[in-house]
């Protein structure tokens, strides 16, 4: 057939609606199509989100993985916007054709990617190549309609109102993503929601656009549409059991409670031996096998230290430990009057209080009444002077700064706060990663107390599901080793005794520092967080 020759459906057919001079073009329904525009920007924006947080969750570092994400995401965007300049006839069933692959690809995203993460060894093509594809069918489906659009209004209208509704719909996203759908819906549940949504636009743009299309058209829509959506409908209505089955594949055990919380996804697992271990973001905190031994080694250290200067602990501070674990070997104390726990996230102080086999676990320790639970950043909570009157001890229990958000709580401001919340002869006890397999970072943090006026003394201790594992006692005073274990605690520890916590304090050369003095870690710049990463990156 000839370029030039009019584009036909079937012998005798009339030319296609989108061919029609401008003249002849048949009215359509702008709001309907504005509508469109939100519904495409924040479907748009949810799987950018999407992507960005489950990279996040299984591979750490959420500034670089977001980083990454949105700058491949926009890439793809403009790729896809480019590629619109191909599209000649038909704009209106093209139109609808990309809303079927957004809808398809987008819809399930987050499942593809838990799976791919548990069985694929390059993770980061998946993600990539999920956002290139994702990105490009968002990139297209603008000026696509745009083109539809051009003959019924003027063209400064048409930029201004496409533009205000396609970023009114990012606003929407970003806000039902953090408030209402990763708390509320989790992330599977969250993809194929919108992947329903964008294959509701398409087939509602049959109806719309029906004034340009063929009827032949429109059967083909509305038959990818209506098996997309019973598809992504079909996840849907299972989607815990969806979910099970791709986050199971992450997890050597199975998992016995899953929770998405404003901040973090919560599982816990039970091997069949009964060991239970709780994650939180795919991070493992504690397993019941061992957890004694990391326990007993973060809180009886600073008890000893401070027995040893004749004082007496009667007011703690725990910042994290929602689990309760840490606050069990504190109430072995009996002298110890009121204990203060500061955890940012409702959801694990109240799994440990829910959950039978954490809250045997933790001797129910949150339910004593010499504890209170502050739900809020420890940051935060020390700035505003939430430390009315200063703790003997402090028992600081943070997951490692494998993000910049905890990395702040490893700062030389966060330990100047501490100090300022401890008596002069009071004892913190510092969670400070491994002296082994992160063994610069283990040092920086000890450099990053000491910059913020704490005498320190760093040690170590055997925990077989971390690995050899690292501390620090800090004080406002000059500090020694402790060299024998409180004598007032009640009952007998399960691993540590006096010749054990001696040996604490003792370095190999394998984890000893580098002859190079560690810098401090700041606020402004977080070179911890690098260093971490980049060090356990090796394991």
């Known amino acids: 057939m000839s370029d030039d020759l009019p584009n036909t459906d079937g012998a005798g057919a009339s030319p296609a609606p989108d061919a029609l001079p401008a003249s002849a073009a048949p009215r359509l329904s702008a709001p309907l199509l504005y509508l469109t525009v939100l519904v495409i920007a924040t479907s748009g924006l949810v799987y950018e989100l999407l992507a960005g947080t489950l990279a996040s969750y299984v591979l750490g570092d959420s500034v670089t993985q977001f980083s990454t994400t949105i700058g491949v995401y926009l890439f793809a965007m403009g790729i896809g916007s480019y590629a619109s300049r191909f599209v000649g006839d038909d704009v209106a069933r093209r139109f609808l054709e990309v809303e079927l692959a957004c809808a398809l690809v987008g819809g399930t995203s987050a499942p593809l990617l838990f799976f791919a993460f548990a069985r694929a060894e390059s993770f980061s093509v998946v993600l990539y190549g999920l956002l290139m594809v994702i990105g490009g069918l968002v990139g297209l489906e603008i000026p696509l309609l745009m083109r539809i659009l051009r003959e019924q209004l003027d063209f400064r209208e048409l930029v201004a109102r496409v533009l205000t509704f396609d970023y009114v719909g990012a606003l929407l996203a970003s806000l039902l993503f953090a408030l209402v759908l990763v708390p509320e819906r989790g992330l599977t549940r969250t993809s194929l929601l919108f992947g329903l949504l964008n294959a509701g636009v398409a087939l509602a743009g049959t109806r719309i656009l029906r004034p340009v299309l063929r009827p032949a058209d429109v059967r083909r829509v509305w038959i990818g549409g209506v098996l997309i959506a019973l598809l992504l409908g079909a996840g849907l209505l299972r989607s815990e059991k969806l979910q099970a089955v791709t986050e199971q594949a992450l997890y050597a055990d199975p998992i016995v409670f899953a929770e998405q919380s404003a901040y ?276």
Request: charged share 25%; with cysteine.
């Open 264 to 539: 973090q996804r919560l599982v816990v697992t039970r091997a069949r031996s009964g060991d239970t271990q709780l994650y939180l973001n795919g991070n493992l905190q504690f397993a019941s096998a061992d957890e004694y031994r990391y326990h007993e080694a973060l809180v009886h250290p600073a008890f000893a230290a401070v027995a040893e200067r004749g004082l007496a602990a009667r007011r703690v501070l725990v910042l994290g430990g929602g689990d309760g674990l840490a606050a069990r070997e504190i109430l072995r104390y009996a002298r110890v009057e009121e204990i203060v726990l500061v955890d940012l996230d409702p959801a694990v102080t109240d799994l440990a209080t829910r959950l039978p086999a954490l809250r045997a676990l933790s001797g129910d320790s949150l339910a004593d009444p010499r504890l209170r639970v502050v739900h809020d950043d420890a940051m935060v909570w020390l700035d505003e002077g939430g430390a009315e009157e200063p703790f003997d001890v402090a028992i600081v229990d943070f997951p490692d700064p494998n993000n910049f958000s905890l990395g702040k709580l490893y700062t030389r401001r966060f330990y100047g706060l501490l100090r300022d919340a401890l008596r002069p002869g009071g004892v913190a006890a510092v969670q400070s990663t491994s002296p082994l397999y992160a063994r610069r970072s283990f040092w920086c943090i000890d450099a990053t107390l000491r910059a913020a006026g704490l005498s320190t003394r760093p040690y170590h201790a055997a925990v077989p599901s971390f690995g050899e594992w690292g501390f620090g006692l800090a004080s406002p005073r000059p500090l020694d080793a402790p060299g024998r274990v409180a004598p007032e605690v009640s009952g007998a520890l399960r691993w540590l005794d006096d010749a054990t916590l001696a040996g604490l304090f003792v370095f190999g050369r394998d984890m000893a520092p580098d002859p190079e003095p560690a810098e401090p870690n700041r606020l402004d710049e977080q070179r911890l967080v690098r260093l971490y990463e980049r060090e356990m990156a090796r394991w």
